[in-house]
């Protein structure tokens, strides 16, 4: 039976790759000389790091431009809120997502439901299975799913016949 399965996942090469461009460039900016500017990598949590507000957005924005040269969806970051360091220093946590979380599982499944196509979908772990008698039934999910969710970078994966 034809398959494939939707997962929402970040090249954590790219990422890396991205992050080292970042930090290069933020240490051979002229407005960041002699600043702390930088950003930190652990696992899937990257960790920005600057003086003031205004040069910790500006951090920011120069990590989502490598991002976007690099190809990696910038719909995976997460920010979360500045917090205060030693002094005026700044430090931002920024999560990178990976998997489908439960309540986009639950959406996606629902809208394959609703869509009427002889196809059904199950929740495994944190990707979701699509299965359907003909291949051309598959592809229009994905047509579907390619519409209906933008808010969330989704990757259609194992497609078998």
Known sequence: MPSFDIVSEASLVEVRNALDQANKEIANRFDFKGSDARIEQKERELTAYADDEFKLGQVRDVLL??????????RFLEHGDPQKISG???????????GVSGDLAKRIVRLVKDSKLK???????????????????LQAAIALLRKEVTDVPLGYENFRD
Do not use: E, M, Y
Request: charged share 35%; hydrophobic share 35%.
């Open 65 to 74: 431009a490598k991002f976007a040269k690099r190809g990696v969806d910038v």
């Open 88 to 98: 005026d220093k700044l430090k931002q946590p920024i999560t990178i997502r990976h």
């Open 119 to 137: 196809v059904q979908a199950s929740i495994q772990g944190d990707t979701v299975r699509v299965t359907g008698a003909k291949r051309d039934d």
